[in-house]
């Protein structure tokens, strides 16, 4: 692994805490994700299921946890499954953990084989009453592969009818949705990786330079520092191309006179950064460029003031829609007859702010978390307020990541160059050099 091994306190405080919220004589179990195919015999890169991590800190295939709190035997209360190695394994893939290695990791002590996980499984079944299975039940999850836990929890009803079932996703999203210092620090890590990188591609930046020249830039200064590379597929989108908010092409040259809009961030120990910002393809803003700038700028303050312990993030929206509405008046791109007669499901302000501005970050990038509870110190959001004019070929959107603390905030993005005359000075200055 490129991360340095976490504090298995986090892992074992995740698992207590866990514990408390099952129901008396019940098993919860968690599967590893798989490694996906790509075609001939090639796969994708291995992305570990974050609720196994959150509770393991297990970053391996074929992994497995099952919990069983009031199990009558002390060493079958934590039981950690990991991939059993051999010579062929580690001259062809490479290390694996050892039990005592996993031990380390994650503070369990009862480690066995994958390959054992039947047969204690059945054996702790005929004593349980209720098992807790895993789900991704993210609202904006498009599930269309089979999953490990999916294809579990098939096995399990065939083979266990007459037991109690219950989900695992409303418990983990509750308990992942407040992060701990450790975490904090982890996600800190990688805004700092991230804000490397943007400081390399300011320096970097110029008419003529191809959008995914950009993304190379963003990659070596990522993997230099230890992360695995991009959390998420990175946005670089150049003139018109920054109206399109998922624009992953990244194949166009940055043009003069153009801005460039670049949503990217780095992942570090498999926490997520989230980092957007918008800068001058020649290193000055246009007078209309730096109107439209200092608007979205104006509403990402209002609504990092906004992000406090009490507010919900229906409620924080709303209000974060009215700021967005008096900038558009402002910019004359909308009139008060149009604010007056908009339709209350469909504000006008959302023809040039189409999206939420904020949402939970942690292990995912729109990590889980539940709209309805209110904010709580420890949570981690994005905000993300942006303003797109396509009959003007015109986009801006800004991006910080935050902790809500008991009496506000705590910016992990403050370093990252945020300010348009900060920006300026510092493309400028490697243009002079």
Request: a negative charge.
């Amino acid at each position: 692994m490129k991360y340095e091994r976490i504090d298995k306190r986090l892992f074992i405080e995740n698992r207590r805490r866990l514990a408390e919220r099952l129901l008396p004589n019940s098993i919860a179990v968690f599967n590893s994700n798989d490694i996906m195919p790509t075609s001939a015999d090639g796969t994708m890169p291995f992305k570990q299921n974050a609720d196994l991590f959150y509770l393991t800190g297990v970053d391996q295939e074929e992994t497995i946890l099952l919990l069983y709190p009031d199990a009558k035997e002390a060493k079958y209360r934590e039981i950690l499954f990991v991939r059993e190695t051999n010579e062929h394994i580690a001259i062809w893939e490479g290390h694996k953990l050892t039990k005592e290695e996993a031990t380390e990791v994650s503070g369990i002590r009862t480690v066995l084989w994958t390959s054992e996980f039947e047969k204690v499984f059945n054996t702790l079944m005929g004593d349980a009453e209720h098992l807790y299975l895993n789900t991704n039940e993210h609202p904006r999850a498009e599930v269309v592969v089979e999953t490990r836990d999916a294809r579990f929890i098939k096995w399990c009803q065939a083979r266990y009818p007459l037991h109690s079932y219950r989900r695992l996703a409303p418990i983990m999203r509750d308990l992942r949705a407040v992060k701990s210092d450790i975490e904090i620090a982890l996600i800190q890590k990688a805004c700092k990786i991230t804000e490397a990188g943007f400081r390399r591609v300011l320096r970097f930046v110029k008419p003529g330079v191809k959008e995914y020249e950009i993304e190379a830039e963003y990659a070596h200064e990522f993997l230099r520092h230890g992360s695995r590379g991009f959390a998420y597929t990175p946005i670089i989108a150049s003139g018109a191309n920054a109206c399109v908010l998922h624009y992953i092409a990244n194949d166009q040259v940055c043009q003069d006179g153009d801005l460039l809009l670049m949503d990217v961030g780095a992942e570090y120990a498999n926490y997520a950064s989230d980092m957007t910002r918008t800068i001058p393809v020649n290193g000055r803003f246009t007078p209309r460029q730096r109107q439209v700038y200092d608007a979205v700028l104006r509403v990402m303050r209002g609504a990092m003031d906004m992000l406090r312990p009490g507010n919900t993030l229906d409620e924080y929206h709303a209000a974060v829609g009215e700021l967005m509405t008096k900038e558009l008046v402002d910019l004359g791109l909308l009139t008060m007859d149009e604010v007056k007669n908009q339709n209350p499901e469909f504000p006008a302000y959302k023809k040039y702010f189409m999206h939420g501005t904020s949402h939970h970050l942690g292990l995912d990038v729109h990590d889980v978390g539940d709209k309805y509870r209110k904010f709580e110190p420890g949570m981690v959001f994005t905000c993300e307020p942006g303003i797109y004019i396509r009959e003007e070929g015109l986009g801006i959107r800004l991006e910080n990541d935050v902790v809500i603390t008991e009496n506000g905030l705590l910016d992990l993005m403050a370093d990252i160059p945020l300010e348009a005359e900060e920006i300026e000075e510092i493309m400028n200055a490697s243009v002079k050099a």
